[in-house]
């Protein structure tokens, strides 16, 4: 018995041991992926990282060794439920293979944990720290790094103190029976509060990018692959941008050989937005002339080195659109006629049957088959695939979660570049890296929230995922699944029929435009109108007469 109990023992530990071994792995991974991602993004200048003091170096590395971890995290939150489906999957399929015995609930069940755990750490402490770490200048009376770190955790203290008090005050208002000092000292019931609060918001925040994601993935597959003959003309393109070439190498040549400031005739065509100079490229080589400052110079109205700047820099982007153009002239007619074609139609198949899938989700719901995804029993994986297809269902669920997952990341990207938040590479401050971390780790972690509302999977939310009390409300999953549906069939409608709809219109209007029409003016308006046209102009030409012949007076009384 006892030799029982010592082998029981001893596997457990070396389960345990196993699986702290593989999250290890797995977190390293995570951990080297995201921290290229960011070391391609990240501002590299005197002002952040190259800079002389030693102490501004350390903060930042920290910093930046805080946000690499939270990206690693939010990564992780996105790969949960695809690989634990994949898991469960391979789990039926190969049942009593050598190779996969270390692939078990046990092991999925901690990698849901630790995903949840990290998570809360990330979003209420090691990115806030970061940010004020970075921020901070230290007490005048303890100075050096260790000031900087009293400082940071002292207002981050505060912060935590508002944070827990207004949990406390949402938590009492929404349930009620919260107000005794118990409830106000058991601090740590409020951290799964707060994280089911940021989750909702996150889910908020999906509800709205999904579904512009899902139109905006069509025109950024149709700009990366090359669409056929029909719908693009290369050739066009090509020649418009060499005949560009051409004529800004000739304004350069002109503008280097006679020093002129202004280019003269200037061009008929009216000046696109692109044609404008950089306000620092906006400045004049005489003292009359005076700066402009707070706004783009046209092109065309600078002067000398600013000409020329201004030349070279819209040369270099006309450069790289035409061998941009060049390159996709040469690709095969097989990938125009055959890929571009198939990668729309799979985009549309797969939109088409997650919405399908969201409807059965809410018939189901209304009739009472499927209960509201709060989930609270043990999951054991390998037991019955998840899907009535097998698994090339399953298969199709996961694709189906990173296919959501890639809609929200293209639809968050939108309302992003409009207010030019967006990372670009080497040039991304660390502030700014530290708020779009927090913005992925918010979307990353409600995005399994946001598959099981959908119905997406049958896959139980694990741990902590599945105990977030919203989830438990009927009339909130189904308005939401409701809305969703809803918003992307119009965005698809409207993607689809837009020029219909346009072309229609402006046949509608011209049509209006001809039964309106105003009708022609009889010959005594014609004569009226003609004869003040021609009373106007001799009354213009007189004064212009009185005005010359008053200039030439003045002029011959200054000659004597």
């Not at 190259?50 to 920290?62: C, G, L, M, S, W």
């Not at 959908?454 to 902590?464: K, P, R, S, V, Y």
């Not at 402006?506 to 009373?535: C, G, H, Q, V, Y």
Request: hydrophobic share 45%; proline share 4%.
């Amino acid at each position: 018995m006892d030799d029982e109990e010592a082998d029981l023992r001893e596997q457990i530990f070396h389960n345990n041991v196993r699986e702290q071994i593989i999250f290890l792995l797995l977190f390293i991974l995570l951990y080297l992926f995201s921290f290229m991602l960011i070391e391609k993004f990240r501002r590299r200048d005197s002002e952040d990282y190259f800079t002389a003091d030693e102490e501004e170096v350390k903060v930042y590395r920290i910093s930046l060794w805080l946000c690499t971890f939270a990206l690693a995290v939010s990564l992780g939150s996105a790969l949960l439920l695809p690989v634990s489906i994949v898991s469960n999957e391979v789990l039926i399929l190969y049942p009593n293979s050598y190779y996969v015995k270390w692939l078990n609930s046990s092991l999925i069940q901690g990698l849901w944990n630790h995903v949840f755990l990290f998570s809360n750490l990330s979003l209420f402490v090691f990115l806030p720290f970061a940010y004020l770490f970075s921020e901070s200048t230290g007490f005048p009376g303890c100075r050096g790094l260790k000031g900087r770190v009293y400082e940071t955790c002292i207002v981050l203290g505060l912060l935590g103190i508002a944070m827990l008090g207004m949990a406390y005050v949402i938590s009492a208002w929404l349930k009620g029976d919260r107000s005794g000092i118990d409830a106000l000292l058991n601090l740590w019931t409020y951290l799964p509060f707060l994280y089911s609060c940021v989750s909702f918001v996150g889910v908020l925040m999906l509800l709205v990018f999904t579904p512009l994601g899902f139109v905006r993935l069509f025109g950024v597959v149709g700009g990366v692959l090359v669409k056929p003959r029909f719908l693009r003309d290369l050739n066009e393109e090509y020649y418009v941008y060499s005949l560009e070439e051409d004529t800004l190498r000739r304004r350069i040549n002109n503008s280097i050989a006679t020093g002129g400031g202004y280019i003269s005739p200037e061009p008929m065509y009216p000046e696109r937005g692109e044609v404008s100079a950089p306000v620092e490229l906006s400045f004049s080589t005489t003292k009359e002339t005076p700066v402009f400052q707070g706004k783009d110079v046209p092109l065309l109205r600078l002067r000398n080195g600013a000409l020329q700047a201004g030349l070279n820099e819209r040369l270099h982007r006309v450069v790289t659109k035409r061998k941009e153009v060049e390159e996709k002239r040469n690709t095969s007619s097989l990938q125009r006629n055959v890929v571009y074609p198939l990668a729309m139609l799979l985009l549309l198949a797969l939109t088409t049957i997650t919405v399908l899938m969201v409807l059965q989700n809410i018939l189901e719901l209304l009739i009472g088959i499927k209960a509201v995804p709060l989930s609270t029993r043990q999951f054991t994986l390998g037991i019955a695939s998840l899907s009535k297809l097998g698994w090339a269902g399953a298969t199709l669920e996961a694709f189906l979660i990173l296919y959501l997952h890639a809609a929200s990341l293209t639809g968050l990207s939108t309302p992003m570049g409009a207010l030019r938040l967006l990372p670009r590479a080497r040039r991304t401050p660390l502030t700014r890296i530290i708020a779009l971390c927090a913005l992925l780790l918010a979307h990353s972690t409600a995005q399994p929230l946001l598959v099981k509302i959908l119905g997406i999977t049958n896959f139980d939310l694990l741990g902590e995922f599945g105990r977030i009390e919203w989830l438990g409300n009927f009339k909130l999953v189904l308005l939401y699944n409701a809305i969703f549906a809803a918003t992307v069939s119009l965005c698809l409608i409207n993607k689809f029929t837009a020029s219909v709809r346009r072309e229609l219109y402006n046949r509608f209007k011209w049509l209006m435009d001809i039964f309106t029409a105003p009708e022609e003016p009889s010959p005594t308006a014609r004569l009226i109108s003609r004869a003040s046209i021609d009373r106007s102009f001799v009354i213009d030409k007189r004064d212009k007469t009185d005005s010359n012949e008053e200039t030439f007076v003045n002029e011959d009384i200054s000659k004597k």
